[in-house]
């Protein structure tokens, strides 16, 4: 009976409840497109977020727009009850309260208007325009920090707006100025540099006594959205951020448009010539069943007809078997790995070729160069450098008898000819199918039909090239667009680098000499070159994390207490901040775990064995010895012989058994070229 009357209860107290909405004060300002005011509406990624937890939960919203500073100011006086986009930060929280889930990640940059600003510090003696109260400006690790911390004697100019810093900098009354990086500063025809301030959470302020439910109800949403992909949190991301970055530029869009869309034709020319060839086999089907109790001249017309079935079938076959090959080859193997496994292609769908191989051709240099072969010496047709056929003036394919002496250049040297007959096997009969990659390079594939051979290049070989060469062309750009959007990435790495090697204080090319060394280790056990490259410019980043820890920790001589080596500690978990990506999983696998011990004694998880990733492991070795090598500010620099005595014997705190036992066993095979490594470099 109690159980029902406490049931009834809650029930009363639902509806009471539920029957009263909130009435909420919500300040807005403009820093687009997290917030903003235009055209009589208040928008924005953190303002539209909101607007859709209100309208589920019934609250009525009055919105204030003002200047950030005002605004801030307002909430810690509990004039307004919540400020959208506002950066979480301990001072801040002091005065406020925050949501406890982050609504986006966020960071500020630096804009300027002179064209030869190399680093930051060209800002000292200048006048930077700044938001007041903003925290790239006026946090903790902002650029008034910072500036105190270089001795840069900045004159700051405190605005009220994103709009009006970067107006400052476009009229010259200020040097430089520093908005938030989701701020379109295009407009404004500056220069957007390569200097970052504060990594920071964006999340929703409150006033000290707002209702605690209103903060749980706005997680539950955002914690609830953010992990289902189609929710209205990834929409208004995409809506808000789509089309604003500018990392990448538009004309790589352009081309990799241009390649699915001729890959697109390819596939549906190939799908209606299929669909075409089915139906036509079914309709010579049902004559051959009609013809059946005709004469012997209709028979070997039907039989005739089989014939041609079985010819396009084979054909039809073909074809899916080169489209099931192209879509397994990735666009991350190596360029000599692509032009490799394109022949290999070619030669298995083409029934007759023999032998085969691809020339690279530069129009501009008037020069060839064999890029693959199967059948002939690849080691000595890589040896010829001259122009061994004339330079194509459109994409061509034909069949040629006797091509070495058919297709001469002018430009072909008597060395070479020699040469070329040596390396290539007899030739009856060549299949051609020259491809323009861009406006001065050139592919030429050529399928070979051995000399004693009695076959002939089909129509449908004719064909099947013909075809397979749009797809080679297509799957191309899409890898030299996968390469650009790599390299980009490889270049921000070294950046990365360099601020981590900055902050640290470390003299030398400590960073540089870790990456090499563990490439050779991981190249030693085996590992794919794609991860060898990987390894290698990744390897500088191990120590990144380091550029949020106190630099007075770093360049501390004398012994550090256990509160300030756990901060020290620290740096592995603060690196996940700049490398939570896909594309810098191995950076961040070295970043996070390169001090753990393969015996489990090390930090930040205390792994063990195979728990650690391959590369932080390899990465640690490599660290350690150079290390051991250098001079720090707590130690002297050691002999190659003592650091090598160190790491495989022990002396305390390095230990044989911290390390993985193969990777150790290279060491010790290989330490005198490790050494060779350490002093070239």
């Known amino acids: 009976m109690n159980h029902k009357i406490n049931y009834f209860l809650f029930i009363i107290f639902f509806i009471i ?17 997290l917030t903003y005011y235009e055209n009589n509406e208040y928008s924005g990624f953190v ?28 909430l810690k006086e509990g004039k307004i009850d919540i400020l959208v986009d506002i950066a979480y930060s301990e001072e801040r929280e002091k005065n ?11 960071w500020g940059v630096l804009y300027t208007n ?14 930077i325009a700044v938001v007041k109260d903003d925290i790239y400006y006026a946090g903790k690790d902002g650029i008034k920090n910072l500036s105190k911390n270089l001795h840069l004697h ?42 970052s301030f504060f990594p920071v959470d964006i999340k929703y302020g409150f006033k000290k006594d707002i209702d605690p439910n209103i903060i749980q109800i706005i997680d539950h949403y955002l914690n609830k959205w953010k992990d289902d992909e189609s929710s209205i949190y990834y929409k208004l991301l995409n809506k808000y951020f789509l089309n604003i970055t500018n990392e990448i530029p538009q004309w790589i869009f352009w081309i990799l448009f241009i390649g699915i869309f001729i890959l697109f034709i ?9 669909k075409s060839l089915l139906k036509a086999t079914k309709e010579l089907r049902e004559k051959n069943e009609k013809l059946e109790s005709t004469n012997e001249e209709l028979i070997a017309i039907t039989e005739e007809l089989e014939d041609l079935y079985k010819k396009n079938e084979e054909f039809s076959n073909n074809i899916m078997k080169m489209i099931e090959i192209m879509s397994n080859m990735k666009p991350s193997i190596s360029i000599n790995e692509f032009y490799k496994q394109i022949l290999d292609v070619a030669i298995s769908i083409i029934p007759e070729a023999d032998y085969g191989s691809i020339i690279l051709i530069d129009a501009k240099k008037k020069q060839t160069r064999f890029i693959a072969a199967r059948g002939h010496d690849i080691n000595k047709l890589k040896k010829i450098k001259s122009l061994i056929g004339n330079i194509p003036n459109k994409e061509n394919i034909r069949i040629v008898e006797n091509i070495l002496y058919t297709e001469k250049s002018e430009y072909f040297s008597e060395k070479d000819i020699e040469l070329l007959l040596k390396a290539t096997v007899p030739i009856k009969e060549t299949l051609v199918k020259e491809i323009q990659l861009n406006k001065d390079l050139w592919i030429k594939i050529s399928l070979d039909i051995d000399k004693s051979s009695n076959k002939h290049f089909s129509e449908n070989s004719f064909k099947l090239l013909d075809g397979f060469g749009n797809l080679i062309k297509a799957f191309w750009m899409e890898k030299s667009l996968t390469r650009e959007v790599k390299n980009a990435y490889l270049r921000f790495a070294t950046k990365l680098s360099i601020i981590a090697e900055a902050h640290d204080d470390i003299t030398g090319n400590h960073i540089y000499r870790v990456g090499k060394i563990s490439r050779f280790i991981a190249e030693k056990l085996g590992l794919n070159e794609e991860k060898l490259e990987e390894i290698e410019s990744f390897a500088p980043l191990h120590d990144i994390g380091k550029i949020f820890t106190d630099r007075s920790l770093l360049r501390k001589t004398e012994s ?45 998880f205390g792994l063990k064995n195979g728990e650690i990733p391959i590369e932080a492991q390899i990465v640690s070795l490599a660290d350690i010895y150079d290390a051991l090598r250098s001079e720090r500010t707590y130690k002297k620099r050691f002999s ?13 705190r390095v230990e044989p058994s911290h390390f993985h036992p193969k990777i150790l066993g290279i060491f010790k095979q290989y330490h005198l070229v490790v050494k060779e490594i350490y002093k070239i470099l």
Do not use: C
């Open 17 to 33: 409840t539920t029957s009263f909405s909130e009435n909420l004060i919500i300040g807005v300002y403009n820093n687009p497109p």
């Open 47 to 74: 303002v539209d977020l909101i607007l859709e937890i209100s309208k589920r939960e019934k609250w009525k919203i009055t919105y204030k727009f003002d200047a950030f500073d005002r605004l801030y100011k307002d």
């Open 96 to 106: 406020i309260k925050f949501n406890n889930e982050t609504v986006f990640a966020n």
């Open 114 to 127: 002179d064209s030869n600003f190399n680093s930051i510090l060209d800002l000292r003696y200048k006048q």
């Open 154 to 195: 900045i004159n700051f100019l405190e605005y009220s707006s994103y709009k009006e810093v970067l107006e400052a900098v476009k009229r010259k009354v200020a040097y430089a100025g520093v908005v938030s990086r989701t701020y379109n500063g295009k407009v404004y025809n500056l220069r957007k540099t390569s200097i």
């Open 266 to 274: 390819t596939l549906l020319m190939i799908y209606i010539y299929r």
């Open 560 to 604: 550090l207490s256990d509160e300030e080596f756990e901060e020290i500690k620290m740096h592995t978990i603060y690196a996940v901040k700049l490398l939570d990506d896909p594309y810098f999983e191995t950076a961040k696998n070295i970043a996070l775990y390169h001090h753990e011990k393969y015996d489990g004694s090390g930090y930040p």
């Open 640 to 652: 190659h012989d003592t650091a090598y005595r160190i790491i495989t014997e022990g002396d305390g």
